[in-house]
């Protein structure tokens, strides 16, 4: 009988403390789990852990959890379990790498406007990270913009709807802060 | 993975610091144009420069939309007229240069330099022809930058040059004095003059060059300005050394910019990739100046003691930054101190702090010489050979490259003011002190010997 192998998609999340990797890498080996993609944070204090797992086969997803969270005290971990296909789908778009930054004021609702308007374009947002400090934001986006969009009418949309607002807003191609942060090897 | 501290450092650059590519500079090998029917020559001017040059500008669009940098100036740079236009009289010369006016026009470039000769070590009969013509044909046409190299440290100074050039000069400022002697401002005069310089009016097209080359100059002056004042204010305890690595940590993001930017404009047009010139260039405008990076370093009026040392540590750092960036490093490479193009160092020429003479000083160790000085319209044609001359003796003697653009603006006395505005800016009339004293001294003519250490072999 062959192999049949289980993929899902994994977060936990909790109260950040010393150790937490070390007890959850080590739940996901005891059930025999092999760790693919693993993406680790920390958002004011709180661990945030997503994990991209393929484990053998005939264990449920209600096993997986109630395993993981048998690592740590009760109601300490908040499991999420996505069941993944066999193949890793085709990316969500396909297109040049930007990178967006706005900073400035904080105010609510900044998000939800670019984000917005990013879906709107078909643009899709391949990573992000906001963080406000002292009624301060600053926001950075990786993006893959389709050939079809002009990025130069997007700067200016996106100036546009940021007009009232106290921020800068930015739009430039990766291969800048490529360049200007490090040296390619021959 | 980029980190976000570098993200926002980068776009900093752009957004409050004045960082642009000031140049992109399309150098095109013209000698195969050459013809002895002069229509047929300018025909075939004006066609490889269309062939090579047509797409350069809308590449130069295109690449600044796609990276959101701004590229403030294209530009075309052509071989030596003097070189390779060896049958043209005067009118032939007059009319290459408007040839090259209109081709440069037709393809929208804002600048093209090679109206030039190479006359270090003497000159052609054509080259004197050419520099016979150079009082018209820059007054005559707008795009159109010339340069003559009168000395270099193999060869030594070219004295009788010089002494033309003086004339000349006078001569450039009168055709042009309703526009304050602007022609003037599209003539430098060299030492050791580099074959793939992207900025003008210097810029030509080398022999040694290949037949199309994209050389880039950027500018980061209100860059490294804001670093120094950062790095001042976050570190109490900075140093020079420390000074010094800022600069060069800010030189390098530079330097990288230009070459992403020149190799994918050359890429797109199907020219080579040159050279990056890390020349920090000033404009007028606030914060893009040498002399604020002077004063954010310590000197509060620049030109006080301490000012040649200050630049000294610059344009070293600059250069160590850069060349750590980009294995293609050329041009002239180095802080600029053009007066007029710098509202700083205008205004210290105004207060008095700055003069010819510490300016000159602070030109042997940095780029490029007595750039865009303007000098009473009354000066005499040999005084201005013998400041020239003087420049070019600190290019001979420390195996530097040099330059002077010097205008003597007819009609203005000491302390006035002349404006042309754009990049060209506007500058005080300077002091020459002990005019006309100098006279004796170049008409002796002839050539001042090259100095012992041009012997290396």
Same mark, same amino acid.
């Given at each position: ?68 969270e048998?690592?740590g ?29 706005l900073?400035g ?9 670019i984000?917005?308007? +990013?879906? /709107?374009? $078909?643009?899709?947002?391949?990573? #992000? &990270?906001?963080?406000? @400090?002292?009624?301060?934001?600053? *926001?950075?986006?990786?993006l893959?913009?389709?050939? +079809?969009? /002009?990025? $130069?009418?997007?700067?200016?949309? #996106? &100036?546009?709807?940021? @007009?009232?607002?106290?921020?800068? *807003? ?11 942060? $490090?040296?390619?090897?021959? | 993975?980029?980190g ?10 752009f ?40 797409g350069?500008v ?8 796609r ?7 294209k ?28 081709a ?54 070219n ?71 950062r790095?001042?204010q976050?570190?109490p ?14 030189s390098?993001?530079v ?36 002399g604020?990076?002077?004063?954010a ?13 200050a ?6 750092a ?26 700083t ?75 042309w ?26 050539r001042?010997?090259a ?7």
């Amino acid at each position: 009988m062959s192999f049949q192998p289980t993929r899902y998609a994994l977060s936990v999340m909790c109260q950040d403390k010393v150790g937490l990797v070390a007890r959850l890498t080590g739940a996901v080996y005891g059930l025999g789990g092999n760790i693919e993609v693993l993406h680790q944070g920390v958002l004011q204090g709180y661990f945030v852990f997503m994990l991209m797992v393929t484990f053998p086969d005939g264990l449920d997803a209600d096993g997986i959890r109630k395993a993981i969270e048998s690592a740590g005290a009760p109601g300490e971990f908040v499991v999420s379990l996505l069941p993944r296909q066999d193949q890793t789908p085709a990316p969500a778009a396909t297109g040049s790498t930007f990178v967006l930054t706005l900073s400035g004021e904080d105010s609510p609702g900044i998000l939800k406007k670019i984000t917005a308007y +990013l879906g /709107d374009q $078909r643009i899709n947002i391949e990573g #992000l &990270a906001a963080e406000t @400090k002292a009624g301060r934001c600053l *926001i950075t986006a990786r993006l893959t913009i389709p050939a +079809l969009v /002009d990025v $130069r009418a997007a700067r200016l949309d #996106l &100036a546009e709807i940021f @007009k009232q607002e106290q921020v800068q *807003i930015s739009l430039m191609h990766e291969d800048i802060f490529a360049a200007t942060s $490090r040296i390619e090897m021959p | 993975m980029i980190g976000s501290e570098d993200i926002v450092a980068t776009i900093r650059m752009f957004q409050e610091e004045n960082l642009d590519v000031r140049t992109v500079t399309l150098g095109v090998n013209i000698a195969g144009c050459v013809s002895a029917d002069l229509s047929v020559f300018c025909d075939k001017i004006r066609q490889k420069i269309s062939r090579h040059a047509g797409g350069l500008v809308a590449a130069c669009n295109r690449i600044a939309d796609r990276y959101g940098i701004p590229i403030v100036n294209k530009r075309l740079a052509v071989s030596p007229i003097g070189s390779i236009a060896a049958n043209l009289g005067h009118e032939g010369m007059i009319q290459i240069a408007r040839a090259l006016d209109e081709a440069a026009g037709e393809v929208r470039v804002d600048l093209i330099g090679g109206f030039s000769a190479l006359v270090h070590k003497g000159a052609t009969p054509a080259e004197q022809r050419l520099i016979e013509a150079l009082p018209e044909a820059l007054s005559l046409t707008r795009r159109v930058c010339a340069s003559v190299n009168v000395a270099s440290t193999k060869s030594g100074i070219n004295m009788d040059a010089l002494l033309k050039l003086g004339q000349v000069i006078k001569l450039a400022a009168e055709l042009s004095a309703d526009q304050g002697g602007f022609a003037c401002a599209k003539l430098c005069v060299f030492a050791n003059i580099p074959e793939d310089n992207p900025f003008m009016a210097g810029a030509y097209h080398g022999f040694g060059e290949p037949e199309a080359v994209i050389n880039i100059g950027v500018s980061g002056p209100g860059v490294v300005k804001r670093a120094i004042e950062r790095a001042r204010q976050e570190r109490p305890d900075l140093d020079l050394q420390m000074l010094a690595s800022v600069i060069k940590h800010t030189s390098f993001r530079v330097t990288r910019v230009g070459e992403l930017v020149g190799q994918e404009v050359a890429r797109e047009i199907g020219a080579e990739f040159g050279v990056v010139d890390l020349s920090l260039a000033p404009t007028p405008k606030v914060g893009d100046s040498i002399g604020e990076i002077l004063q954010a370093m310590g000197i509060e009026k620049v030109g006080a003691p301490g000012s040649t040392a200050a630049i000294a540590l610059l344009n070293e750092a600059v250069k160590k930054g850069g060349l750590f960036a980009s294995s293609s490093v050329g041009g002239l490479s180095g802080a600029f101190i053009p007066v007029a193009e710098d509202s700083t160092l205008a205004h210290a020429a105004e207060q008095g702090w700055l003069s010819l003479e510490k300016l000159e000083a602070m030109t042997s160790v940095c780029s490029l010489g007595l750039d865009m000085i303007c000098i009473p319209g009354d000066t005499d044609a040999p005084t201005i050979s013998a400041l020239m001359a003087d420049e070019m003796a600190i290019g001979m003697i420390n195996h530097k490259t040099v330059a002077t653009r010097l205008i003597p603006v007819p009609g203005k006395k000491v302390g006035d003011w002349v404006h042309w505005g754009g990049l060209f800016g506007s500058s005080p009339i300077l002091d020459v002190r002990a005019g006309g004293a100098s006279a004796a001294f170049v008409n002796l003519g002839g050539r001042i010997p090259a100095p012992l250490s041009s012997l290396r072999n």
